[in-house]
T-cell receptor, first 113, second 115 residues
Framework: GGIITQTPKFLIGQEGQKLTLKCQQN?????MYWYRQDSGKGLRLIYY???????QKGDLSEGYDASREKKSSFSLTVTSAQKNEMAVFLC????????????FGKGTRLTVV | AQKVTQTQTSISVVEKTTVTMDCVYE???????LFWYKQTASGEIVFLIR??????ENATVGHYSLNFQKPKSSIGLIITATQIEDSAVYFC????????????FGKGTHLHVLP
């Protein structure tokens, strides 16, 4: 078994601030993902990474940057936080096969004041 | 375009009964994989069950089973003998074989199991 650890669990930022969310996994999975969850809107893919130093944009990449410097870690940066923004950011990982499930972290809850 | 739609936003059932949650999907891929995930009140998301598009038999795991109707692009989740702890949000998801990394999720169905 393994675990995905996201830090911080809660993040409060100011409008216009650059904010970084971190994710570590010990599954030894190649692929990692960042999803955003808004109330009533399901999970939307922001970025994913197939392997170390690889970055691929998802449907919601505008306003975000990502970094995969090590196989075990994947960070997400909100480049300019939007006022009144509230969402949960979920990190996930999987092995490199389309028929395998994705494992999720517990999320980082972002509030922008 | 690839899309996953869950039309039921919320369902309430009495415990020990059977519930079916609907999901329809759109894809041009001939081969794809369908998943159901459960998100508990704590926010944790866990994988429940998977259906491979090329398999005719419906997948079953414990008290979860699937109703796969390929001509209708439908993959329903059936929970038998529901328990209070089955109360959660259930997400349907699809992964096309041509782009394994792009897992597409529906908006979720909130299941309330009442005593």
């Amino acid at each position: 078994g393994g675990i995905i650890t996201q830090t911080p669990k809660f993040l409060i930022g100011q409008e216009g601030q650059k904010l970084t969310l971190k994710c570590q996994q010990n599954f030894n999975h190649d692929t990692m993902y960042w999803y955003r969850q808004d109330s009533g809107k399901g999970l939307r893919l922001i970025y994913y990474s197939i392997t170390e130093n690889d970055l691929q944009k998802g449907d919601l990449s505008e306003g975000y940057d990502a970094s995969r410097e090590k196989k075990s870690s994947f960070s997400l940066t909100v480049t300019s936080a939007q006022k009144n923004e509230m969402a949960v950011f979920l990190c996930a990982s999987s092995i490199v096969q389309s028929n395998t499930e994705v494992f999720f972290g517990k999320g980082t809850r972002l509030t922008v004041v | 375009a690839q899309k996953v739609t869950q039309t039921q936003t919320s369902i309430s059932v009495v415990e020990k009964t059977t519930v079916t949650m609907d999901c329809v999907y759109e894809t041009r891929d001939s081969s794809y994989f369908l998943f159901w995930y459960k998100q508990t009140a704590s926010g944790e998301i866990v994988f429940l069950i998977r259906q491979d598009s090329y398999k005719k038999e419906n997948a079953t795991v414990g008290h979860y089973s699937l109703n796969f109707q390929k001509p209708k692009s439908s993959i329903g989740l059936i929970i038998t003998a529901t328990q209070i702890e089955d109360s959660a949000v259930y997400f349907c998801a699809m992964s096309p074989d041509t782009n394994a990394y792009k897992v597409i999720f529906g908006k979720g169905t909130h299941l309330h199991v009442l005593p």
